[in-house]
Structures are given as structure tokens and as C-alpha cells.
């Protein structure tokens, strides 16, 4: 089964800054718009952002605008999810795949290609 692996999680301080990697099997990225959600302890799974197939548009949850930003690599098959100013409340494991869209104002659907995510950690 396909699934993408993400990296780059760890522990930082509030304020502090981390690159989350999200590493795409074979050639998803040509074909898919590619969605970051997180899951923190006891939540639900919540968007965070997307990126469409050209990189051309972006959408962020409005409780990361302004502080994360999203790119795309596609020679490398990678997505990155700059992570600035965080605050405990980014706490979460984090996890990338495909979507079915990206649009300004909508994430579209998550496609299974779930990985093991990466644990992201803000301390007070």
C-alpha cells in the first residue's frame, strides 16, 4: 500500500521553528493536490494546509496563517510544512497525503495514503 512518510517533528520551545518533510511515493505528487492535518491527544484530525498539484495555490487553517508555510518540491517528491512562532497548541502528531483539491477556501478529502506521522511538541 502507498503511504507517505513525514519527518522533521521534535521538541521546541514556544516561538521556536521547525520543517516538517513529507516524502511521496513514486509519482502521487504529479496527480494530487497534498494536504498536513494533525491530530493532537483526545482531538479530532484537523486540517492545517494544502497545496495544490502546480504549487500555485495554498490554503492554511486560520489558526496557522501567518506562521506556517507550505511548499512543494516535485523533482524531489517532498512537501514541506515550515512551522514559525509555535505555540503549545501546535502540539500534535502531524501527517501529509494526498488530497482531492486545494482551493483558497477548501481542503478537499484526504486520500489513504496515511503514514506513521510525525510528533510535534511545543513546550510552555
Known amino acids: 500500500q502507498l503511504q507517505f512518510v513525514e519527518s522533521g517533528g521534535g521538541l521546541v520551545q514556544t516561538g521556536g521553528s521547525l520543517r516538517l518533510s513529507c516524502a511521496a511515493p513514486g509519482s502521487i505528487l504529479d496527480d494530487y493536490a497534498i494536504g498536513w492535518f494533525r491530530r493532537a491527544p483526545g482531538k479530532e484530525r484537523e486540517e492545517v494546509s494544502c497545496i495544490s498539484k502546480t504549487g500555485g495555490t495554498t490554503n492554511y487553517a486560520d489558526s496557522v496563517k501567518g506562521r506556517f508555510t507550505i511548499s512543494r518540491d516535485n523533482a524531489e517528491n517532498s512537501v514541506h510544512l515550515q512551522m514559525n512562532s509555535l505555540k503549545p497548541e501546535d502540539t500534535a502528531v502531524y501527517y501529509c497525503?494526498?488530497?482531492?483539491?486545494?482551493?483558497?477556501?477548501?481542503?478537499?478529502?484526504?486520500?489513504?495514503?496515511w503514514g506513521q506521522g510525525t510528533q510535534v511538541t511545543v513546550s510552555s
Open positions: 497525503t494526498a488530497v482531492l483539491s486545494c482551493l483558497p477556501h477548501h481542503i478537499g478529502a484526504p486520500v489513504d495514503y
